[in-house]
Nanobody
Framework: QVQLVESGGGLVQPGESLKLSCTAPRFTMGSYAIGWFRQAPGKEREGVSCISATDDSTDYADSIKGRFTIFRDKAKNTVYLQMNSLKPEDAGVYYC????????????????WGRGTQVTVSS
């Protein structure tokens, strides 16, 4: 069973940072491209970032480009999303996900994702 576990969300003020983590207890994350998407109330799901399985190349949504960084720690079997200069519009539940048929970014659809981690940006 594919299981993804997100963590690291929280409440921060605008301009502050958070680092989200995504782990997979039962498979090697390096075997897949890993994507992050977010869901805010009343908004469509938005793909935020992705890191490829083959060469760790990355992809970012225009809305977060230059502020967020996705990277892997293969020794820890973890993918991170470093989020800097957070804005209120970044708030939402963040999910990490895979598409079992894709090793490269971007991920057009997602087959599996975790329960998500809540990010709240408010003064």
């Amino acid at each position: 069973q594919v299981q993804l576990v997100e963590s690291g969300g929280g409440l921060v003020q605008p301009g502050e940072s958070l680092k989200l983590s995504c782990t997979a207890p039962r498979f090697t994350m390096g075997s897949y491209a890993i994507g992050w998407f977010r869901q805010a109330p009343g908004k469509e799901r938005e793909g935020v970032s992705c890191i490829s399985a083959t060469d760790d190349s990355t992809d970012y949504a225009d809305s977060i480009k230059g502020r967020f960084t996705i990277f892997r720690d293969k020794a820890k079997n973890t993918v991170y999303l470093q989020m800097n200069s957070l804005k209120p519009e970044d708030a939402g539940v963040y999910y990490c996900a895979i598409n079992q048929r894709r090793l490269e970014c971007p991920l057009p659809t997602y087959d599996y994702w975790g329960r998500g981690t809540q990010v709240t940006v408010s003064s």
